[in-house]
């Protein structure tokens, strides 16, 4: 059995803890070699090299899409598997009905037996990462084993792994625990299961990002709500980003959205011209984790260092920024392939495909030629919005929390909470159609509390609880919003045009976070009036904003019966404060 150069297994010394874990991994797993990787760009390209020769990944076009590399997944194995995802807590009650539970016991046994061996003839990869900057104190560090070398190469774009990493987590003295193994990608062999009372997860038979890149989603949310509600902070499914007025005021926002609803698009917004003098800095596009800080107000940072982001419909119009910055040192998942070697997605309008992401000649009865929860891996520094204060430790402070789903009917374009508690009752009742990046139907309408469903990990009273814990600790708290750009005619155009034009409502959100822009009050929340809002050179008929900034009652009365249908299934777990700003809303509806 080969070991790990000198210099790391020295420096994993200096954690015991990190080395028994690892060897009592090691004797579990029963690897033919064991390497601990250090993040080094040597090594990065060597593995990488490992893969094209197995034919792993596949090198594009040298010319147009320079350091680019096609992986394809096995067909079963291509988004993430929530039916098959546990938080396995000692009291049942303790994870919610938003989790699927398993015993601790059981699920130890049952993961100890699917990993007896399965690494045998495989490298056992030690994988130290740290999520956030390195200095920060708001950063949380974690140790991924896994044998796919496709995992250490997104492991290090999508976070800070290495010698630095391992030092941080001699300092703490506490890591996250995440275990690994493709297996044999069988489905009915396949299990993402979570103990966050031991900050630990196990993951088995898939190599999909989400299921496999332990940082994302299964450290960064769900172990780190977990962490988070026990040390008095947020980690949210939401992007951040900077926005500066023609007049130079800067103010940064986090938001909200299900996957695939959008998110990537506003982290990465580009001022239409109709706006001019507008900046917008990209912080981060999918995670934050939140403190209070020491002056009353919040601060966020980006845990991740780079984008896992969708490719269909990334393109020129709608998204510039990304389809720019994956055009080169990029990984793709999942595309399809042009006659000349590029990567192809639907919604990119400049070539064909030629290969379908199965490897097929291109045929449209077999579908889309590319998967629809293709993805790209790619480090966040290539943005060309990207802003250096994503390295700051201490975060950026938050004026505004925006929230959104996508609803074709009901929700207006934005509205506004009326205070903190009731903020948090507008984000729990986020409800929007299911998209290609879980499986399971697409296109059904789901209660998606603060876009965390799938990715709390803990029961979503407690957790409502801990937000409205959370605003009592800020002096100054964010304002809180949401907005709505997919609302759609009786004939299914969309009523608002959406990408650069959604700065016309973050100008209104922010002017409210300054105090100088008005609302009407409604019985949902402030809504701005049509004057309100910058419609200057914006491709919107009247009609539509009429519609985007009405309020149908007897839809809302409808809405609300629903919601409280939604709060019940938690039972005593559901914050009473919760039912009470729901009871307001009613009676302000009953009121017209």
């Known amino acids: 059995m080969a070991t790990a150069p000198h210099t790391m297994v020295s420096m994993a010394k200096l954690s015991q803890t990190v080395t028994d874990w690892v060897e009592s991994v090691r004797s579990l797993t ?342 629809p929860n293709s993805r790209f891996t790619v480090a966040a520094t290539q943005n060309p919005s990207y802003s250096d204060a994503a390295h700051d430790p201490r975060g950026v402070p938050i004026s505004a929390l925006i929230f959104g789903g996508r609803r074709r009917e009901l929700a207006p374009l934005v509205y506004e909470a009326r205070d903190w508690a009731h903020g948090v009752l507008v984000a729990a009742s986020i409800a929007s159609e299911t998209t290609a990046a879980a499986t399971g139907a697409v296109g059904v309408v789901r209660r998606d509390p603060m876009a965390m469903k799938p990715f709390a990990g803990y029961n979503y009273g407690d957790y409502f609880a801990h937000w409205l814990e959370m605003g009592k600790k800020l002096k100054q708290p964010p304002r809180i919003f949401h907005v709505n750009w997919f609302r759609q005619s009786a004939s299914g155009e969309f009523l608002w045009p959406g990408f650069g034009d959604n700065l016309r409502v973050l100008a209104w959100i922010l002017e409210r976070c300054s105090g100088r822009n008005g609302a009407q009050d409604t019985a949902i929340g402030h809504l701005p009036h049509i004057e309100d809002l910058n419609l200057n050179g914006a491709d919107v008929k009247p009609e539509a904003i009429r519609e985007l900034t009405t309020v149908h009652t007897d839809a809302w009365k409808n809405e609300v019966t629903d919601m409280r249908k939604y709060l019940e299934e938690f039972g005593d777990r559901m914050p009473a404060e919760m039912f009470a700003q729901l009871e307001g809303v009613a009676q302000r509806l009953a009121r017209g």
């Open 30 to 371: 029963n690897p033919d070699r064991v390497y601990w990787c250090d993040g080094s760009k040597a090594e990065f390209e060597r593995l990488r090299t490992e893969l094209v020769e197995r034919g792993e990944l596949q090198p594009l076009n040298k010319d147009t899409f320079p350091g680019c590399y096609l992986s394809r997944s096995n067909p079963t194995d291509v988004a993430r598997v929530e039916h098959l995802t546990f938080v396995c807590t000692r009291d049942k009650t303790d994870a919610g009905p938003n989790n699927n539970w398993m015993d601790p016991a059981e699920a130890k046994g049952m993961m100890r037996g699917l990993f007896k061996d399965c690494m045998r003839g495989r490298t056992l990869y030690v994988i130290p990462y740290c999520m956030g900057p390195l200095d920060s104190p708001y950063s949380r560090c974690g140790v991924e084993i896994t044998d796919s070398a496709y995992v250490v190469l997104n492991m290090a774009i999508m976070t800070r792994i290495g010698r630095g990493a391992l030092e941080r987590i001699a300092r703490d003295g506490t890591f996250v625990k995440g275990l690994h193994s493709t297996g044999e990608l069988d489905p009915a062999r396949r299990f993402i299961v979570h103990f966050p009372e031991e900050l630990t997860i196990e993951s088995f038979g898939s190599g999909y990002g989400g299921n496999a890149l332990l940082g994302k989603k299964c450290h960064a949310l769900r172990i780190a709500s977990y962490q988070a509600r026990t040390e008095g902070w947020l980690a949210e499914h939401m992007l951040i980003v900077g926005l500066q007025s023609p007049q130079g005021e800067t103010h940064y926002v986090a938001a909200a959205f299900p996957s695939a609803c959008g998110k990537t698009n506003l982290a990465m917004l580009i001022p239409p011209d109709a706006l001019p003098g507008w900046k917008v800095f990209t912080i981060g596009d999918d995670i934050a984790w939140l403190h209070p800080g020491p002056d009353g107000r919040l601060w966020a940072i980006n845990p991740e260092a780079g984008y896992f982001g969708v490719a269909p419909g990334t393109n020129p119009k709608t998204n510039k920024n990304a389809y720019d910055m994956i055009r080169r040192d990029t990984i793709f998942t999942n595309v399809a392939l042009t006659a000349n070697n590029e990567p192809w997605w639907e919604g990119r309008k400049d070539a064909e495909p030629a290969i379908d992401w199965l490897g097929r000649p291109y045929d449209p009865k077999h579908g889309p030629a590319a998967h």
